[in-house]
């Protein structure tokens, strides 16, 4: 019913996660249709940009402009700790808080046999050779709380295991300011599992 490029337009919005038609077609008339040039061009050529110059870090698989990323680029880091990741979304996130001084390893997800992503498929070859190659006394391991991440951790651990060095997980349980009856079987048992003497 409309014009082959508002079609176009509203197909192309849909490949975001979470847009349907509805939410599509509001985004190509309420936003698109009514920007002016500048605010058009300026949203094209930042896909296009994103598109040509993002790359993987060589050292840690986090997103970058450059061969290196900042973080890999920064000598004042703690060599000591390298903290594994699933995404590099996780990275930024985790540099917002400005909690952690150490580097990173970014997966290429978590290990998920349903879905058929096995350890190859994460890339754990080079975080193996990279944790060959420095002289990282701890790794932590910051991934998600959930069937794959914890499947994910324990496969790294024992791949690990035996090499000399500290790995730990990120603690995971009741987040601050829930109710009990909304908390998931999974949640309530890390949270037990995870209690701390009140000191």
Known sequence: MYPKSVNNLIEAFKYFPGVGEKTAERMAFHVILNMDDIQRDFIANSIIQVKEKIK???????????????????NLRNPDYLCIVEDPKSVISIEKQGIFNGYYHVLNGLISTLDGINPEDIRLDKLIERINQNNFKEIIIAVKPCLEGEMTALYINSVLSGMGLVISRLASGIPMGADMEYIDAITLEKAFDNRKKIS
């Open 56 to 74: 993987r870090c060589k050292c840690c698989n986090n997103i970058s402009e450059n061969d290196l990323c900042y973080i890999c680029s920064d």
